[in-house]
């Protein structure tokens, strides 16, 4: 496998240019530690690469660079399945909704009780398991939302993702 890809002891780590935010989402789903910015200059894209970080564009700019990503495909499902199957990414990385998806924090889960006045009452009655993001305190549940997420990702990747769901850190 090339420098982008390949099975690792270490978590990958992604920059995704922010012309590509819906795939920083995405990685997110997947459980991926996934920065979303601006990469104007060389000096940007050094930065996030000291980090560790695989920069994922689609800014020619940066195409030839070591370290770089770059996505050819124009559609999100489509740049998720090139990113997954050209950087050999497999179910066995992958901790669904591990990551707050609006601000890319590991997610904790909360006992239940903490979260009965901040969700609405009938996923307060109807649910079990409550995650909350520690930087943005944003409160997450598994309901239709997710359901719907799992299955694109399905039709995305291939996977039989019902099979992922219970498997997070």
Known sequence: MNEMGGLSSRPRLFLVDSMLGRMAKWLRILGFDAVCRRVDTLADLEHHRAQGRLVVTRNTRWKQRPGVFFITADETPEQVRELVTELGIGPEEVRLFSRC??????????????????????????????????????IYWRGSHSERMAKQLERMTGWMVETMTQRRT
Do not use: I
């Open 101 to 138: 998806l609006r601000c890319n924090a590991p997610l904790q889960t909360v006992p239940k009780a903490s979260v009965a006045h901040q969700v609405p009452d009938y996923v307060y009655e109807t649910v079990d398991l409550f995650s909350r993001c520690p930087a943005c305190s944003g």
